[in-house]
């Protein structure tokens, strides 16, 4: 069983704070699994993701082990989708998918591979590629109702996709909205990350929208570059173009040099020498915002403060910036709908003795 330490050094300042995932999206790569009646520890174990951790909706695990796990179920299953659809898409399947697209000359003939191939793969769901005037849609739509995992089964097929995408041209592949088919997920918050935060509920069919001339863009990459991708994949995917990299992480890295102190928007603008609106436009470019990429910081290190010290709350308030206990009280309970106290002895219990 996974055993995560009780005690930890605290990271060095110039050590980015690591990215997390909710535990909803682990929850959801398990689905197939559970629904064959396959035992989920050995792979929890294997990912060093404590089987507990599942029991904690505010919980969050490290991206990196999200990627192990997802790798690991894919091999376990031979299923790179998780086993949540009518057929399985076989071990395999995403190196082919990629290699149908590196020789495309554009994004928009990547794009078009890309719904061709998943067509013969996956036929409980039918992907397309359109564009009016100065926008691009990327569809998703169910030609079959999906029996188990019905959500995640969009939200990975979409970072698929989009990560796909952005690797082939270079470049993050900005999302300026997603219609999502479904009632809003408690996890949204996450979104802002993953997807967008321009994120709507309860369409018809999934429709991300992106600037239309994106679709001209080259794809840039060649087989000696594929083979690097691979190496990883398709668990990578869940690491790369997410909105807490690129500028979000630059912001996230002053932000934490910072501390104690809270630095203010201008002071970070200053210290990455760009402008305050420069800086604020390219964090809404990125689909977030000075103040969501300062509070997912700060519930990053909180949990992970609250998991491997034993420091007390307020000095983990006085650390992370905030002027006082009740403070921080405050905006974790906003950030987990937990008390900080309560999600310190809730991770304690789940520790094996």
């Known amino acids: 069983m996974a055993n995560p330490d009780k005690t930890a050094k605290p990271a060095s300042r110039n050590t980015p704070a690591r990215a997390t995932v909710a535990m ?19 792979l929890l174990d294997r990912a060093n993701i404590a089987p507990q951790l599942l029991e904690d909706p505010a919980g969050r695990i490290p991206v990196d082990r999200y990627a192990a796990l997802y790798n690991l179920i894919n091999h376990d299953l031979d299923d790179e989708a998780f086993g949540l659809f009518s057929a399985p898409m076989r071990v395999g399947s995403f190196e082919f998918l990629c290699r149908s697209c590196i020789t495309a000359p554009t994004l928009a003939d990547a794009a078009a591979r890309s719904a061709r191939f998943l067509r013969l793969l996956l036929p409980d769901l039918a992907v397309s590629v359109d564009s009016h005037r100065e926008q691009a849609r990327l569809h998703i739509s169910e030609t079959r109702p999906l029996p188990i995992g019905r959500v995640f089964a969009f939200e990975w097929l979409l970072r698929l ?30 979104y802002a990350l993953i997807f967008t935060a321009r994120s709507t509920f309860d369409a018809v069919a999934l429709t991300a929208s992106f600037a239309a001339n994106l679709l001209e863009l080259p794809v840039r990459r060649d087989e000696a570059a594929l083979q690097s991708f691979l190496d990883g994949a398709p668990g990578k995917l869940t690491m790369l173009y997410r909105r807490d990299r690129e500028t979000v992480l630059r912001v996230r890295n002053a932000l934490r040099d910072a501390l104690p102190a809270a630095a203010s928007l201008a002071e970070v603008a200053h210290a990455l020498h760009l402008s305050p609106r420069t800086l604020h436009r390219r964090l809404e470019d990125e689909g977030s915002s000075f103040q969501a990429t300062k509070d997912a910081l700060r519930r990053d290190l909180a949990i992970n403060r609250l998991a491997k010290t034993r420091q007390s709350l307020a000095q983990i308030a006085g650390d992370l910036g905030f002027a006082d206990s009740a403070a921080f009280y405050r905006a974790f309970l906003r950030w987990t709908g937990v008390a900080p106290a309560h999600y310190r002895k809730r991770l304690q219990a789940q520790q094996p003795r």
Not at 24 to 34: I, P, Q, S, T, Y
Not at 171 to 188: G, Q, T
């Open 24 to 42: 909803a999206f682990v929850h959801g790569m398990l689905v197939g699994l559970r629904h064959a009646g396959r035992d989920t520890a050995p």
């Open 161 to 190: 996709l989009h990560g796909l995408l952005s690797w082939l041209v270079g470049r993050n592949i900005v999302l300026d909205s997603v219609d999502f088919p479904y009632p809003r997920p408690a996890h949204v918050d996450d």
